[in-house]
């Protein structure tokens, strides 16, 4: 039988990192099954509920929990979603891999599940900014981000709980240690707010490294763009091109925006 220690990657250990001790997982879209044998082994849930929409993850899922040892912690369904779950049967909701359009759905087709939930874990892999205004608009609120780089690719993951009636009005964004200022020039409720929505409210106040590298990226990359796109628009602009050129001045201005907030004090 199966004894070694399940090694996580950087993605998969932030998640794990994120949740509370002692908890019953359901970890939807479990793929191979490895946070959930991670979980238990290490001590952090009694229990866990795995599953997948996919039968061959599945299966490969059911069978790394006999190698080690685990049917008795881990049971596996065969789940669209938490369409195979039960209110209240679990206290802490996983939910990685997968765009954020489609975590958005899963949450919101099984609401009566979902709000039972004494925290989500989630990590959208797309849609990042709309998936953030989601939340909020349902009056959900993130108690804890994080983000990592693994093969050149960045993941953000949140910590979230169901926000009560006043937490849930707090949409502006708190002023405290940035002044509402970015380079010396006053910004909006809005400006603030669409920059949060963006990039993370508490990664831009921690002033998270991982974000920085993030930021600078995505700072060249769309200069680059930018360069490209004017090298070969011939003698006039089309609007199609002006247009482009217009959402990556914005797009840039947004990552200038808040890599100046690592400058200040």
């Keep these: 039988m199966e004894t070694k220690k399940v090694q996580l990657s950087k993605r998969l250990q932030m998640l794990a990192d994120m949740v509370t001790p002692g908890t019953v997982v359901a970890d939807v879209g479990c793929d191979h099954g490895f946070l959930s044998i991670y979980l238990v082994q290490q001590g952090i849930c009694p229990k866990v509920i795995a599953s997948d929409v996919r039968r061959g993850p599945l299966d490969a899922a059911c069978e790394h929990i006999r190698m080690y040892g685990l049917e008795d912690y881990i049971e596996t369904r065969l789940s669209d979603g938490l369409m195979a779950y039960w209110p209240g049967e679990a206290q802490t909701l996983v939910c990685a891999g997968m765009g954020g359009r489609l975590m958005q759905q899963i949450l ?3 609401e009566p599940v979902t709000r039972e ?3 989500l874990i989630l990590q959208p892999q797309s849609e990042i900014r709309q998936f953030r205004v989601f939340l909020r608009e349902q ?9 990592v780089c693994e093969d050149d690719k960045y993941y953000f993951a949140f910590r979230v709980v169901h926000a009560d009636g006043e937490e849930a009005d707090r949409t502006m964004p708190r002023r405290g240690s940035f002044d509402g200022r970015f380079d010396g020039r006053e910004q909006t409720d809005e400006q603030l707010r669409r920059l949060y929505d963006k990039f993370g409210e508490q ?4 002033r998270n490294p991982v974000l920085r590298a993030y930021l600078e990226k995505g700072l060249a990359a769309a200069r680059q ?3 490209q796109m004017l090298a070969h628009r011939g003698d006039a602009l089309s609007s199609r ?3 482009g050129l217009a959402e990556q001045e914005n797009q840039a201005a947004d990552l200038e925006a808040a890599l100046a907030l690592y400058t200040k004090e």
Excluded: A, G, T
């Design 241 to 243: 091109l002006e247009e």
């Design 117 to 119: 939930f004494e925290e």
């Design 203 to 206: 990664l831009l106040r921690e």
């Design 139 to 147: 009056q959900y609120r993130i108690v804890k981000e994080d983000i």
């Design 108 to 110: 919101m087709q099984s």
């Design 225 to 227: 763009v930018q360069e």
